[in-house]
């Protein structure tokens, strides 16, 4: 049969094929879309211009791991009708250019404990964190990827490792919310990660443990190797 149709005919055939494959409608699964996977920070590979803020690698961690987990406001919670686990979501509320001017700010730094985001017993948002947010709305509120500032062989525990975990996983994992069972408040509660591998094995990926931060933002290179290199150099509380 094939040999009676000239070559145009199977052209539109392929054509039509082709159509009617790509209408089938998208299937989404029970309890919504999949959180999208997390990007890498691209750390010193692709760094920010001095003093620019990185919306994906320092903003969106602190969203993920303080403000966006269930119960609060990812998107299957969506307390107040806000969701604040990418870009478009927390742009909604944010006014570019003035910080003191918006929403998710002035939740940040509100002076009434009743109102205080995120709400206690959850630990506040740490002065740095709330100036990372100040200066990425008054940046502009872009949606800015570039690799926040690192240096490799920065590697001590309070200056360069705490913050880290500040950004990326405390959210999640202190005394009021221990997921996992995990909590990564202060150096005693992390040691035994990183005496059981899981601490730095989580951060790379690998296969045998839980991958995090479970979703937005995965460390740079960068950040892995201070952590590598404080557990290398005896894991001290320096
Ligand atoms: C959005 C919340 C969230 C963030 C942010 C988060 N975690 Fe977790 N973490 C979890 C949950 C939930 C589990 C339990 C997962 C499981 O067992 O599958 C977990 C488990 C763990 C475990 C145990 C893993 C294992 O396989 O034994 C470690 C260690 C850990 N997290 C470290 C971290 C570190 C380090 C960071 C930051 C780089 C981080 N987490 C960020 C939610 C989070």
Known sequence: MLSTLSLDELLVMC???????????????????PPEPPVQDPGLNNPCEEGEISFQHQVLPIMISSCAYSGCHDPASAEDDIVLNNYENVRKEV????????ELYESITE?????????????????????????WINQGAKNTDCGAPCDPEASA????????????????????????????????????YVEDGSLIGSMKYEVSFAPMPPSGSRLSDCRIAQVQKWIDEGAQNN
């Open 15 to 33: 054509i039509l094929l082709i159509f009617i494959a790509c209408k089938s409608d998208p299937v989404i699964p029970d309890g919504g879309l």
């Open 95 to 102: 006014s570019p250019g003035n910080a003191n001017n918006s």
């Open 111 to 135: 002076s009434d404990s009743d109102d205080i985001m995120p709400p206690p017993p959850a630990p506040r948002l740490t002065s740095a964190q709330i100036g990372i947010i100040r200066d």
């Open 157 to 192: 525990f309070a200056a360069d490792i705490l913050p880290m975990l500040q950004n990326y996983c405390i959210g999640c994992h202190n005394a009021s919310r221990s997921d996992g069972g995990v909590n990564l408040e202060s150096y005693d509660k992390v040691i035994p």
